[in-house]
């Protein structure tokens, strides 16, 4: 019961990780956008 819990815990703290990750990522790669979007808005 004890090593099933414990792995259940570090399976969710790893999921948690990955969609942070992912947030992060898209979130840089929507930065990126808006600011090219400004420049070519701008020309």
């Known amino acids: ?3 099933t819990r414990k ?3 570090n399976a969710i703290k ?3 990780h ?3 990750a992912l ?3 898209a979130t ?3 930065i ?3 600011i090219k979007h400004i420049f070519d808005a701008g020309r």
Do not use: K
Request: no cysteine; hydrophobic share 60%.
């Open 7 to 9: 792995f259940g815990l």
């Open 23 to 25: 947030i992060a990522v």
């Open 18 to 20: 990955i969609v942070l």
């Open 1 to 3: 019961m004890n090593l």
């Open 32 to 34: 990126g956008q808006e």
């Open 14 to 16: 790893t999921t948690e």
């Open 28 to 30: 840089v790669i929507a």
